[in-house]
């Protein structure tokens, strides 16, 4: 979780999310090769085997992909920021909890966020020491690779 007292934006990510598609990774030029290594390798003629695997082994760079973003969640805030006083974040490690205090015009915010991956869980909590002060837009940018994929080339932030 990033940003500041405008805006907050918790990116999200998720491991199985790469750009490209199925692909065939093996180098079919690797087995003719393989018998020649095994006998080097017997023979412990290591620097000849490993040439010979880093010329013919490695994969192809051509298939490798990229892991991506999934998106982000972002909440805009409505108030005014340009008088903003007493100004703290904190990230508590043990707890997995983020936090942003500050105050503006009299009333006191603050912003927590805490995260659980055993749970699959992330929670945030907003709040205002005044009734009817928190004002705030919640929205969602997908990512780059998403956002193609669907052909929604727009821009979706100022």
Same mark, same amino acid.
Do not use: C
């Given at each position: 979780?990033?940003? *500041? +007292?405008?805006?907050?934006?918790?990116?999200?990510?998720?491991?199985?999310? $790469? @750009?490209?598609?199925?692909?065939?990774?093996?180098?079919? !030029?690797?087995?003719?090769?393989? =018998?020649?290594?095994?006998?080097?390798?017997?023979?412990? /003629?290591?620097?000849?085997?490993?040439?010979?695997? =880093?010329?013919?082994?490695?994969?192809?760079? %051509?298939?490798? $992909?990229?892991?991506?973003?999934?998106?982000?969640?972002?909440? &805009?805030?409505?108030?005014?920021?340009? /008088? #903003? @006083? %007493?100004?703290?974040?904190?990230?508590?490690?043990?707890?997995? !909890?983020?936090?942003?205090?500050?105050? @503006?015009?009299? &009333?006191?915010?603050?912003?927590?966020?805490?995260?659980?991956?055993? *749970?699959?869980? !992330?929670? +945030?909590?907003?709040?205002?020491?005044?009734?009817?002060?928190?004002?705030? &837009?919640?929205?969602?940018?997908?990512?780059? #690779?998403? !956002?193609?994929?669907?052909?929604?080339?727009?821009?979706? #932030?100022?």
């Amino acid at each position: 979780m990033y940003g *500041d +007292i405008e805006e907050d934006r918790l990116a999200m990510n998720i491991s199985t999310l $790469w @750009s490209g598609g199925p692909s065939n990774k093996n180098n079919p !030029i690797a087995a003719p090769h393989l =018998e020649k290594v095994r006998k080097l390798m017997l023979e412990e /003629k290591y620097a000849e085997a490993k040439v010979i695997v =880093e010329n013919n082994f490695l994969g192809n760079q %051509d298939i490798y $992909w990229t892991h991506l973003p999934m998106g982000e969640f972002y909440t &805009v805030f409505e108030h005014d920021s340009s /008088k #903003f @006083s %007493d100004y703290h974040t904190e990230l508590v490690i043990e707890n997995s !909890i983020y936090r942003m205090s500050y105050s @503006s015009n009299g &009333v006191n915010y603050q912003r927590e966020a805490f995260a659980s991956n055993s *749970d699959n869980l !992330i929670a +945030i909590r907003l709040s205002s020491s005044k009734a009817k002060t928190l004002s705030f &837009v919640l929205g969602m940018k997908e990512g780059e #690779f998403l !956002i193609k994929q669907r052909g929604l080339m727009k821009r979706l #932030f100022k």
